[in-house]
Structure formats: structure tokens, C-alpha cells
């Protein structure tokens, strides 16, 4: 397992936190996510074997936030 912080701007309300949290914890592989609000920061922990942190991104991406 492989856990990760990325920073996301957007993010901007309990909204924002289930629609990361929903939409990256679907994803294969992943076995928790962690979305600090006020920090704009999402704690990712996954098996890098099923999943990679660009596909993780590209989820967050999806959402409509942006990935630093």
C-alpha cells in the first residue's frame, strides 16, 4: 500500500468532500480517502498494483477540481 496527499483546489464545502471521497474511493484499488477541507488536501491510500496516482488525479480531475 501506498498512501499520498495530494493538494486540490475547489474544494469548497461538504459537497466537494463526498464527491472526492465518493468518486475516488470507487476506484479499484483504493483503500481509503481522506479529504482535509480547510487544508484543501486528500489523503489517498491505495495498492499501487490495481491503481496509479494518475488515475487517481484524473478522477479528482473529473470531478471538477484542480490537482496540484
Known amino acids: ?5 495530494l493538494n ?4 469548497s464545502c461538504n459537497h ?7 468518486s475516488v474511493g470507487s476506484l479499484d484499488g483504493v483503500q481509503e480517502v481522506k479529504v482535509n477541507l ?3 488536501e486528500v489523503k489517498v491510500t491505495f495498492d499501487q498494483s490495481k ?3 494518475d488515475q487517481i488525479k484524473e478522477t479528482i480531475d473529473d470531478q471538477g477540481y484542480d490537482v496540484e
Open 8 to 11: 486540490v483546489k475547489g474544494m
Open 38 to 40: 480547510e487544508a484543501g
Open 51 to 53: 491503481v496509479n496516482l
Open 16 to 22: 466537494c468532500v463526498k464527491a472526492v471521497e465518493g
Open 1 to 5: 500500500m501506498e498512501t499520498v496527499t
